[in-house]
């Protein structure tokens, strides 16, 4: 479980805006009960004489803002579980307010109702050689280095395997750096030093 909330601001605010104003969601019924669910009770008043379900959305709004480390009855981030509440109703993924905050955060939402983390953005890879580059450069290992460098471009054409993808995500991770410092340099012989040793064998 999370030591931090997932979400910014701005998807708190957008996922109490879709629970409020869904259709499944639109009843004091419903309302109510979500609210008791996350054991937001004590802060939202719930009936139906306690105002209107958007002034309760606003009540819960300003709930989770000033108390961010507010967890639900399971343990759980009280404004992590409205947004995955959000993200549940039908056609979320959908809503384009929604899903844009959600972007923001590094989160998709599916069709079926399930938040995703995003994969980094590839099409951004193919820039200059970074230090890991660099570092499988000097040592000579071309086959990794050349891993690095062809999933990014394969994607932004729509095309590669995305088992390739990953492990070139996987080798530009941080953790690979000091695996890759440790490495030692060989230098390299001219082709015709190669060519050569190899025709003394023969």
């Avoid at 490495?183 to 050569?196: D, F, G, L």
């Amino acid at each position: 479980m999370s030591n931090v909330p997932q979400f910014r601001r701005a998807t708190i605010l957008s996922a109490c805006d879709l629970i409020a104003e869904h259709h499944a969601m639109y009843t004091h019924a419903a309302f109510d009960g979500f609210v008791l669910e996350i054991g937001a009770e004590s802060a939202v008043p719930t009936g139906t004489n306690q105002g209107t379900i958007a002034e309760k959305a606003n009540t819960l709004k300003k709930h989770l803002i000033a108390n961010p480390s507010a967890r639900t009855p399971d343990g759980e981030f009280m404004s992590d579980a409205v947004v995955h509440k959000a993200a549940s109703l039908p056609f979320s993924y959908q809503e384009s307010k929604f899903v844009r905050a959600l972007a923001a955060d590094s989160f998709t939402v599916t069709e079926g109702g399930m938040i995703r983390r995003m994969l980094p953005n590839v099409a951004d890879l193919p820039s200059a050689d970074d230090e890991v580059h660099a570092l499988l450069g000097n040592s000579d290992l071309l086959w990794p280095r050349d891993i690095l460098t062809m999933p990014s471009s394969s994607t932004a054409r729509g095309s590669g395997n995305p088992r390739t993808a990953s492990c070139a995500r996987f080798l530009k991770t941080s953790s690979m750096k000091p695996l890759l410092c440790s490495i030692p340099v060989m230098p390299r012989r001219p082709p015709r030093e190669i060519h050569a040793a190899n025709c003394s064998q023969a």
